[in-house]
């Protein structure tokens, strides 16, 4: 099976399955260009990306775009999704059961899309591929899971939030964009 079909697919299985939680959300499935070698992981849709059902689309996304045009590279590029593919009500952090429950479908989604560096924003996604990193200490550092390279980055709400890891989160942008270059 091709690509698009496998994951179109995917998504009409999550779509099926009514024993997911949050039922009340839409689903949030992620987007971008199958093929690209990138994958921007971040924790779960907010209210902006239940309404749109797009991944990113708020300040973050904003953010995440003016990063990808200072590396040359164009948002539609990479392949962005998210952990839990449906909104947490009033926008808290996912909890185990919701991570656990969305788990095989993006473990599919990753085996689908094969990208070579798997990039997770924020603490939660950094976690859920490295459960003892340190978003702080190991952000902009490249590790190497089942052959496939993790690179984590700050989440770009926290970029929002503070010049220091605005400039950090910057700064991995760029290194991502080396790391990618010479692949
Ligand atoms: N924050 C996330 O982690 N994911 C989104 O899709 C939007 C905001």
């Keep these: 099976m091709n690509k ?17 939680p949050l039922k009340k959300s839409n689903l949030v499935f992620g987007e971008g260009d199958i093929n690209s070698p990138v994958m921007f992981i971040g924790e779960a849709p907010g209210k902006n990306e239940d309404l749109e059902k797009r991944p990113f689309v708020g300040r973050s996304g904003q953010l995440i775009n ?3 045009e200072k590396i040359n590279w ?6 962005i999704t998210n952990i839990v593919k449906k909104r947490p009500l009033l926008n808290r952090d996912p909890n185990e059961k919701e991570i656990e429950s969305f788990k095989p479908y993006l473990t599919k989604q990753i085996e689908i899309i094969n990208p070579k560096i798997i990039v997770p ?6 976690n ?4 003892t990193a340190k978003i702080s200490v190991d952000q902009g550092k490249i590790f190497e899971i089942d052959g496939r390279k993790i690179f984590p ?16 989160f910057e700064a991995s942008f760029k290194k991502l964009g080396r790391i990618v270059d010479n692949f």
């Design 4 to 20: 698009k079909l496998a994951l179109e697919k995917l998504k009409s299985e999550i779509e099926a399955n009514t024993k997911l």
């Design 66 to 68: 003016k990063n990808l």
């Design 74 to 79: 164009k948002r539609g590029g990479v392949y």
């Design 121 to 126: 924003l924020g603490r939660f996604a950094t």
């Design 128 to 131: 859920y591929f490295l459960p």
């Design 153 to 168: 980055m700050f989440h770009p709400a926290a970029a929002l939030r503070g010049t220091k890891v605005m400039k950090q």
